[in-house]
């Protein structure tokens, strides 16, 4: 199975800071990863697909990159509806077809 | 509005069996492949599985833990999903969430997600 480690595991930041995520797969699983956004009592909300490309309605501000290995998840400007978990998610033509990350929650500082 | 509206989920002794559904609504159901994530009390995501579209034989795949107790099915003429769930185990306790397989995402991302339905598995 691919791993999936995303750190840090909480990060606390302040309105207007630039915020970095990264999740690292144990193997290379190109660009067939995914970003998501939950807060406490919903589902989980699509940022990013296929490494770097912006779901639609999500403010630019959320930008993805990375391809193989190593992706990040970036913030430009923290704002206050941003504080909420952050999960990764690879797929693979195996099982299991996907694979989360343990999440990083932003927590204000 | 594209949507999905689960139903079903509560409380079931170790060993018994639930099944929850996943109504859609909004979109050509029958054009997408469909997923079961579940997340246990203040954990992470889990994948639980996947039913293919009938195009893909509506092939369906299973996540370790749940391989050989959990059927993923649905019914495109009701554009309905469901997740039969029997042996449950008090590890399986956790919120199930539908969601929707985007197309034309090489990752396959979970672009529309249902509203969540708690599963409790306690005597």
Redesign the interface.
Known sequence: ?IQMTQSPSTLSASVGDRVTITCRASQSI?????W?Q?KPGK????LI???SSL?SGVPSRFSGSGSGTEFTLTISSLQPDDFATY?C???NSY?????????TKVEIK | EVQLVQSGGGLVQPGGSLRLSCAASGFTFSDHYMDWVRQAPGKGLEWVGRTRNKANSYITRYGASVKGRFTISRDDSNNSLYLQMNGLKIEDTAVYYCGRVQLGSSSDALDIWGQGTMVTVSS
């Open positions: 199975d190109n660009s067939w990863l995914a998501y939950q589902a989980p909300k699509l697909y296929d490494a779901q999960y998610q690879q797929y099982s299991p077809e996907l694979t989360f990350g343990g999440g």
